[in-house]
């Protein structure tokens, strides 16, 4: 793989010299990079300039593959099939063992970044296991599991896509609150990890028809739903 890794030691530069490049692409382009949890990169389009993220882990990658990726988001931005050589040019860069090797540290690093809290009455992690085994086959790789800081009523639970962490509101870590209640929630935010985000033009959509009706094959769903309006009245 030809080209030049970009070697400023400043970020300024570095984002600089990445939105220099990617004018190759286009002039209306800006990019910089990103620190994500994962492999990934993002694009949008926003008052007639495209907005890029590269993740950081290719701050070192040859200008061939970082331009590669530019043409990649942009054929998925404007709906047009991915250039085969462009395709074949990341996933070799990608599936290097160098590069594998320094993307399993940063993501392991960030995601111990994230504080851990423990339940006093009800436990995360039996909660994921019977979920994943009664819904899910035992298939679901975990994620990062904790309560939230705070006993949010109206948000009982959060799926980080970036982190691959589920946040769960303290309020259900009581004797109080249904066992089922907890399953329920850890149930709506693995499907978030299932489903992702769908885009339709330039809509995002979490909760897709394909979600409701997964959604709908917990047990006791309507009673799951009457309990968190429930709740969220108290």
Not at 8 to 28: E, I
Not at 97 to 114: G, H, T
Request: include cysteine; glycine fraction near 4%; charged fraction near 35%.
């Amino acid at each position: 793989m030809g080209g030049k890794p970009f070697s400023s030691p400043a970020r300024c530069q570095l984002m600089s010299d990445l939105t220099h490049l990617f004018k190759r692409l286009g002039r209306n382009i800006e990019a910089e990079f990103y620190p994500y949890a994962d492999i990934k990169h993002s694009i949008r389009r926003r008052n007639g300039r495209i907005y890029m993220r590269i993740s950081d882990v290719f701050i070192d990658a040859p200008q061939d593959v970082l331009l590669s990726v530019g043409r990649i988001l942009l054929a998925k931005l404007n709906k047009n099939q991915v250039n085969q050589k462009d395709r074949i040019i990341y996933n070799q860069y990608v599936s290097s063992e160098k590069l594998q090797e320094k993307a399993s540290k940063i993501v392991l690093n960030r995601k111990k970044r994230v504080k851990i809290i423990k339940g006093h009455y009800r436990d995360l992690d039996k909660s994921f296991e019977r979920v994943n085994k009664e819904y899910f086959n035992g298939a679901m790789e975990k994620p990062v599991l904790t309560w939230s800081v705070k006993r949010a009523k109206r948000t009982l639970g959060r799926y980080d896509p970036d982190r691959d962490i589920v946040f769960i509101s303290r309020m259900l870590d009581s004797l109080k609150v249904p066992e089922e209640l907890l399953d329920f929630i850890m149930y709506h935010e693995l499907l978030h990890k299932k489903h992702g985000i769908k885009k339709e033009g330039r809509r995002r959509r979490i909760h897709t028809p394909q979600f409701k009706a997964d959604e709908k094959k917990f047990r006791n769903y309507q009673k799951m739903k009457t309990l968190m309006e429930k709740l969220a009245r108290m």
